[in-house]
């Protein structure tokens, strides 16, 4: 299936410090993708890449599940490693969980995380019947554009492919276990007024990584798709001065990228 026009995967070769953006569950680069040239305007080798099974249509995501999208993140990580002096990880909603289990399982490979409204738990009675619904039942409604911005849209899936959703909830009781291994500084940023993850999974993620290098930052005017909403412009900056922080080579990145 071709991809959707504004899914596609963005990538720009910058610098010696790398960024790898996930983007969300049924979502898209789409919802990142200001994000990533921003930071690749500032030097820094950016990639963006679109998940399995995402960016086309439901039915293809009906036939992936999360083995399928960490392979892919984790494969970027190395690619980006295999340039770049220093990589972070970023993510929004699964893609911040993505990010999360790339920083516990790749140790001194991955520099620090930034997590935007980061997932960890598939909430509800619903949650509980996934293992049989899910053999009766091949969707369920929609969770994309959960943004306050009048003018802003998020290209995602419209349903829910309850496989995909079964294995959602299948990797998150797996990263929960892993979150205590996760020792890199982060930088945590979370609306609270977010329709889709309750502040009790930013809540969970800060209470079980190991990381003393902490930093949380309230999104007060936007809802879950922060990155495409009021506060995308914060969100855009703290993350770069957080890189800035731990990589100081940052900054000098625009000569470094023209010579």
Not at 58 to 72: C, I, R
Not at 179 to 199: E, I, Y
């Amino acid at each position: 299936m071709p991809v959707l026009p504004g899914a596609e995967p963005y990538r720009h070769d910058g610098g010696e410090v790398g960024v790898l953006l996930c983007h969300g569950f049924t979502g898209s680069p789409q919802s990142l993708r200001p994000w990533g040239e921003y930071l690749a305007e500032r030097g820094l080798t950016v990639s963006l890449p679109l998940l399995p099974g995402h960016g086309t249509r439901w039915e293809d995501m009906q036939l992936t599940g999360w083995q399928d999208w960490y392979a892919e993140v984790d494969r970027e990580l190395r690619l980006l490693r295999e340039r770049c002096a220093r990589v972070f990880v970023a993510g929004l909603s699964m893609g911040g969980a993505l990010a999360l289990r790339l920083a516990a399982r790749r140790g001194d490979t991955v520099a620090g995380a930034v997590v935007v409204n980061p997932a960890i738990k598939v909430h509800g009675l619903s949650a509980y019947a996934l293992p049989v619904a899910r053999h009766v039942v091949r969707t369920t409604k929609g969770i994309a554009s959960d943004i306050a911005k009048e003018d802003a849209a998020e290209l995602g899936y419209h349903r829910v492919p309850l496989h995909a959703a079964h294995s959602l909830r299948a990797f998150f009781r797996l990263l929960d276990g892993e979150l205590p291994q996760v020792t890199q500084p982060l930088l945590l940023l979370r609306s609270p007024q977010d329709h889709v993850v309750p502040p009790a999974d930013s809540a969970r993620i800060l209470g079980r990584v190991s990381t003393t290098d902490v930093t949380e930052v309230l999104l007060e005017h936007s809802y879950h798709v922060a990155t495409l909403d009021h506060d995308a412009d914060r969100i855009f900056e703290e993350s770069y001065a957080f890189i800035g922080r731990l990589a100081p080579s940052v900054g000098k990145e625009g000569t470094a990228a023209g010579g």
